[in-house]
T-cell receptor
Framework: AQKVTQAQTEISVVEKEDVTLDCVYETRDTTYYLFWYKQPPSGELVFLIRRNSFDEQNEISGRYSWNFQKSTSSFNFTITASQVVDSAVYFCALRGLDGANSKLTFGKGITLSVRP | IAGITQAPTSQILAAGRRMTLRCTQDMRHNAMYWYRQDLGLGLRLIHYSNTAGTTGKGEVPDGYSVSRANTDDFPLTLASAVPSQTSVYFC?????????????FGNGTRLTVT
């Protein structure tokens, strides 16, 4: 069975601080996909990024960056110069290739609070 | 705007009553899903559908049923609601069931079973 662990449950930072959200995953599949979703206070789930297991290049999108390290089974998410609008619950998720593993498995989420 | 519509937005339901949560998508996605979100547990898959006419069980299917009569609609039914089914329910869809296909979510239905 596959598993996603987000060990941090709540993080609080002051605006303009950098913050890293950790994600560690377990899977026996050699091909898999990792995702991050954002859930702002309004409640909807917003897709942020998808990364496949063969692509270990880090990705940057504005203030967001993702560090995929296959050797440590981690897919960490960094927000640079955080803003109040970044306050949300962030979920890391994993999809394997076949059968039950092809369903999206979520971590329990990290609640990020950015204070002015 | 293309997307997923869930109804109702919220509902208070007496235990033992039957309830159907509605989900409609207009993106012509083949795969659809129902998740429940509970504090401290994240999102857990209830049921899914690969394509119209087929459904499958997720991680927590007991007490729920689904149907997929057409591509667009994927209702979730609680035959006899119990308080442990108090949760926020999210419907989602993806182009296919393939693992590289990101899920798109509806805005959720907040259900309280008393």
């Amino acid at each position: 069975a596959q598993k996603v662990t987000q060990a941090q449950t709540e993080i609080s930072v002051v605006e303009k601080e950098d913050v890293t959200l950790d994600c560690v995953y377990e899977t026996r599949d050699t091909t898999y996909y990792l995702f991050w979703y954002k859930q702002p206070p309004s409640g909807e789930l917003v897709f942020l990024i998808r990364r496949n297991s063969f692509d270990e290049q880090n990705e940057i999108s504005g203030r967001y960056s993702w560090n995929f390290q296959k050797s440590t089974s981690s897919f960490n998410f960094t927000i640079t110069a955080s803003q109040v609008v970044d306050s949300a619950v962030y979920f890391c998720a994993l999809r394997g290739l076949d059968g039950a593993n092809s369903k999206l498995t979520f971590g329990k989420g990290i609640t990020l609070s950015v204070r002015p | 705007i293309a997307g997923i519509t869930q109804a109702p937005t919220s509902q208070i339901l007496a235990a033992g009553r039957r309830m159907t949560l509605r989900c409609t998508q207009d993106m012509r996605h083949n795969a659809m899903y129902w998740y429940r979100q509970d504090l401290g547990l994240g999102l857990r898959l209830i049921h899914y559908s690969n394509t119209a006419g087929t459904t499958g069980k997720g991680e927590v299917p007991d007490g729920y049923s689904v149907s997929r009569a057409n591509t667009d609609d994927f209702p979730l039914t609680l035959a006899s609601a119990v308080p442990s089914q108090t949760s926020v329910y999210f419907c989602a869809s993806s182009v296919t069931l393939d693992s590289n296909s990101p899920l798109h979510f509806g805005n959720g239905t907040r259900l309280t079973v008393t």
